[in-house]
């Protein structure tokens, strides 16, 4: 069975640029997760969604969404990119959120620079 | 929320063993997860425990819970060259969160 798959692999932008992140998750599973990790620190959260649900945000500004589809894959957007947006973007899948089912399968990630 | 503290390196000879040590914050955590990150790569899933359990063991990995102060640590016995990489331990009530993460580096 395939892993949590995220697409593009790298991606290079501009400031004030808009992007768009893609992820499928493992087959089964109906609840992904965005992760930010800049260099150096650990993975930050940024949304759960769950049913095409908003199930959890993190701290983050407005500039972010998210969206999960009927087949359960997920596009996480960011618009107006900063500087500050550089950094590895993670996507996770679980079969549902809480309980004993939210343990976490992450993709590869998504290296997102912005110049 | 949930705060998780690690500590940011350790050395270790090959085929000595490595305790990697967390603290955690958020005592309703459900579950603690200890995740591998390579170079280059997302992250991968090593174990995890239950809140109501002190131990747990899978081949060269032993997970050792101290609930009261809130401690979390990772044995590997035997550490390889292999298992050079980022450790994260991780926990929360509903989402997990995660340290910064344990840099391991394993020479000959």
């Known amino acids: 069975d395939a892993g949590v798959t995220q697409s593009p692999t790298h991606l290079i932008k501009t400031r004030g640029q808009q992007v768009t992140l893609r992820c499928s998750p493992i087959s089964g599973h109906k609840s992904v997760s965005w992760y930010q990790q800049v260099l150096g620190q650990g993975p930050q959260f940024i949304f759960q969604?769950?049913?095409?649900?908003?199930?959890g945000r993190g701290n983050f500004p407005d500039r972010f969404s998210a969206r999960q589809f009927p087949n359960y894959s997920s596009e996480l957007n960011v618009n107006a990119l900063l500087l500050g947006d550089s950094a590895l973007y993670l996507c996770a899948s679980s079969l549902e959120p809480g309980r004993d089912k939210e343990k976490l399968f992450f993709g590869s990630g998504t290296q997102l620079s912005v110049l | 929320g949930e705060d998780v503290e690690q500590s940011l390196f350790l050395s270790v000879r090959e085929g000595d063993s490595s305790v990697i040590n967390c603290t955690y914050t958020?005592?309703?955590?459900?579950?603690l997860y200890w995740y591998k990150q390579e170079p280059g790569a997302g992250l991968q899933l090593l174990t995890y425990?239950?809140?109501?359990?002190d131990m747990k063991q899978d081949k060269r990995l032993t997970v050792l819970l101290n609930k009261k102060d809130k401690h979390l640590s990772l044995r590997i016995a035997d550490t390889q060259t292999g298992d050079s990489a980022i450790y994260f331990c991780a926990g929360g009530s509903y989402i997990p969160t995660f340290g910064r993460g344990t840099s391991l580096i394993v020479h000959p």
């Open positions: 425990i239950f809140s109501n359990m």
């Open positions: 969604y769950y049913e095409k649900e908003e199930r």
């Open positions: 958020d005592s309703s955590s459900t579950y």
